[in-house]
């Protein structure tokens, strides 16, 4: 059995409908989690899934301000190492930022049930987040030369506007993506994100859309299934 961890998350009310082949629990935090205890649940939680003893799961998560660092990180990408917390983190990339105003997303599946193929996962996160964000009249670009979700703002200039770090135990997924609706910006200043100096970061809030953290709650959960369902 899981033990309780009703203090850090909560079971949606009422659940969506995965439309998947395997049910999906989707899970929320009543406040922003601090990190350690966050990866202490996934990492907890893909071992139950492993074992059998768990659903599958998307942790819909806010986390206070804090910087994490990808298995990639250049510690001199951390220009302001005192500004926030600095956990490592055993995901993929480099420096994040993570605060209030910024929705992350955990899934937690099991990718034998989605093809077994790792590197599909990861493009088919980026369309979910490209769908969802589509449903704000936001366009979201992937880059051959950098990684994330880029939004064009002119002539030579794009802003990134979500970050995606992963990891795979035994062909279970954890960590995931992260997608900026109305965070302090000026709180990205304390790193380089994901080692990307030549472009900026933007959020909905920037680009002049009035949008919550339910409102794009509500677009990834109707995107969810026209995305991963292919892959089922």
Known sequence: MLPTTAPLTQPLVPQPAARLPFPVEWLASPAPAPYPE???????????????????AVWLVEHPPLYTAGTSADPHDLLMPDRFPVYASGRGGQYTYHGPGQRVIYPMLDLKLLGGDVRRFVHTLEAW???????????????????GLWVRRGPGREDKIGAIGVR?????????????????????????????????????ADLGIEATLADLDAALIETFPEVFGPLA
């Open 38 to 56: 966050a990866v202490a649940l996934m990492e907890e939680r893909v071992a139950a899934i492993r074992a059998g003893e768990a659903p599958a």
């Open 129 to 147: 987040a490209i769908a969802a964000l589509a449903r704000f009249g936001v366009t979201a670009e992937t880059r051959e030369d950098r990684v």
């Open 168 to 204: 795979v135990r035994r062909w279970v997924s954890f960590h995931g993506m992260a997608l900026n609706v109305n965070p302090n910006l000026s709180h990205f200043g304390g790193i380089v994100p994901c080692g990307i100096s030549d472009h900026g970061v933007t959020s909905l």
